[in-house]
């Protein structure tokens, strides 16, 4: 009788997680695919526009596990609400100053409350979820980011034609400080692990160990395939004398079905039912050797069976991390383990770049062979044990004793 309340608890803390997941995936997205035209239009050249591009990333790569650590120190809540307020207040600062060239400073701070808020949400679902049941929690996380890469773009490019820069810039504001309010109202705090003499030699054991860099490399790969396809995809149909209109519908189709197959990949993982994750690299793989044949029906299946791929990879990765990680370092591992898929994000594109000096059918041949290789090393060896601690219990002592 009690269970089903306490998962409709659960899922009322965790959905203004999920939204901040929303946050940092429409924020990246509608201001990228939006960006060229503005700091152009502003007389930039495109080597400002590259640095605007990569100012956000390069923020997330070096500060996740910075503020995973300080998640683990204070506790998660504060440090999801605190970089959600500094993702509005740097947007609102855009919108007030109004001056074209403080758009890098705000793309900077932007991108510092994202490396924030997102390691301390990936440890929150991870507590929330406990260490059984994570990978429904995690997909419907990853399926939340998944909406708002597919709708940034879209909406990005319409608040813009209504209102200019101010309105899309506004509406990041916006969404931003609702998401922080609602964390602060309905997400319990939790209490923060003592800290023991022993905390840091064994993070760095973890770290360096094959129950953090496979699911890891499980997750790089995933990004890689994903940032791929969303970037090459138009190019193959443009050399395939497809308008943009269908280029565009491909980059939604992947972008779709990475997010809506998401939560259901995560529920079939608690369930026990899903194949071996590294299986969905393969599939990746299979994706762009489909693409590569040219034909319409090849791109579509290609664009589909990406985004099936990083569906599945992508809850399980996380959902084995929470597994395997004691309380204490949650935030530290989700830190760490999030600067790795954002090393993939740029190492997809830029593999698929370096063969595509031979040609594009190279590239994405190259990168479908690296997601085989990766498929194999990510592959788990043996049964890890997992630690002692729970760390579901630190984010939910407070509710077992109101019940």
């Known amino acids: 009788m009690t269970q089903a309340p306490a998962r409709a608890g659960v899922r009322r803390q965790v959905v203004p997680v999920y939204a901040a997941g929303f946050v940092t995936a429409f924020g990246a997205h509608a201001v990228a695919a939006n960006l060229g035209r503005y700091a152009l239009g502003h007389h930039g050249s495109l080597w400002e526009l590259g640095l605007l591009l990569g100012i956000y990333d390069g923020a997330e790569v070096v500060l996740k596990p910075v503020f995973g650590a300080l998640a683990d120190r204070t506790g998660a809540k504060p440090v999801m609400v605190g970089g959600l307020v500094l993702f509005a207040a740097a947007s609102a600062a855009f919108v007030i100053g109004g001056d074209p060239h403080l758009l890098a400073a705000a793309r900077l701070a932007q991108g510092t409350g994202a490396a924030a808020f997102s390691p301390a949400a990936a440890a929150t679902v991870a507590a929330l979820g406990g260490r059984k ?24 490019g319409a608040l813009v034609a209504a209102g200019g820069y101010p309105a899309l810039f506004s509406t990041l504001a916006v969404i931003a400080i609702g998401t922080a309010a609602a964390i602060a109202a309905l997400v319990p705090r939790a ?193 890890t044990a997992r630690p002692d601690p729970p760390h579901r219990s630190s984010q939910t002592r407070g509710e077992t004793k109101s019940r």
């Open 133 to 156: 049941r994570s990978g429904r929690p995690f997909g419907g996380y990853g399926g939340a980011k998944g909406i708002g890469y597919l709708l940034g773009p879209i909406a990005g």
């Open 191 to 383: 209490r923060p692990v003592p800290r023991t003499s022993a905390a840091a030699p064994g993070l760095g054991r973890r770290l360096t160990s094959a129950a953090f860099l496979q699911p890891v490399l499980l997750l790089a790969a995933a990004t890689a395939a994903l940032s791929a396809g969303v970037g090459f995809l138009p190019v193959l149909a443009g050399q395939h004398h497809l308008g943009p209109i269908a280029a565009g519908a491909l980059v939604s189709l992947l972008a779709a079905a990475a997010a809506v197959l998401q939560p259901v990949a995560g529920r079939r993982i608690d369930d026990g039912r899903l194949p071996p994750a590294a299986a969905a690299l393969a599939a990746c793989a299979g994706g762009f050797l489909l693409a590569i044949t040219g034909s319409l029906a090849g791109l579509i299946a290609g664009a589909i069976l990406i985004g099936a791929g990083v569906a599945t990879a992508t809850p399980a990765g996380f959902a084995r991390l929470a597994a395997t990680t004691p309380s204490g370092q949650l935030g530290r591992t989700m830190g760490a383990a999030e600067a790795g898929r954002e090393l993939g994000d740029a190492g997809g594109p830029v593999l698929v770049g370096a063969f595509g000096l031979i040609s594009l059918t190279a590239g994405m041949g190259a990168l479908a062979a690296a997601l085989l290789i990766c498929a194999g090393l990510a592959a788990p060896r043996n049964r």
